[in-house]
Nanobody, 126 residues
Framework: VQLQASGGGLVQAGGSLRLSCAAS????????MGWFRQAPGKEREFVTA????????YYSEAVKGRFKISRDAVENTVSLQMNSLKPEDTAVYSC????????????????????WGKGTQVTVSS
């Protein structure tokens, strides 16, 4: 599976951006799709994930209440709506796909992902 992220850019603090991730083939129901980010000098960290089967969502504490992940099974895409952006949200955002080890399980870990897309830069100015 190839993943292609798009939608990054430069925005002022308090603004919004919408990222999209397109898969090269239909996403199986046994997958979770997620977003990670990596700020300069920091390790890549989990942002959010969604179960393709059930639509269950998971968020890091840093983005809960501001970001929303969604999926479109027809278009084979996963989107990330980012609101109330802060300078600390500045990072390269990458989408990823994880095949469930058992139903409903999402590792939310960099090491648990099976496929990665190239990242897209998000810069939030103060």
């Amino acid at each position: 599976v190839q993943l292609q992220a798009s939608g990054g850019g430069l925005v002022q603090a308090g603004g919004s951006l919408r990222l999209s991730c397109a898969a090269s083939e239909p996403i199986l129901s046994s997958y979770h799709m997620g977003w990670f980010r990596q700020a300069p000098g920091k390790e890549r960290e989990f942002v959010t994930a969604i179960s393709w089967r059930e639509g269950s969502t998971y968020y890091s504490e840093a983005v809960k209440g501001r970001f929303k992940i969604s999926r479109d099974a027809v278009e084979n895409t996963v989107s990330l709506q980012m609101n109330s952006l802060k300078p600390e949200d500045t990072a390269v955002y990458s989408c990823a796909a994880e095949r469930e080890i058992f139903p409903g399980h999402c590792t939310r870990s960099v090491y648990g992902m099976d496929y990665w897309g190239k990242g897209t830069q998000v810069t939030v100015s103060s």
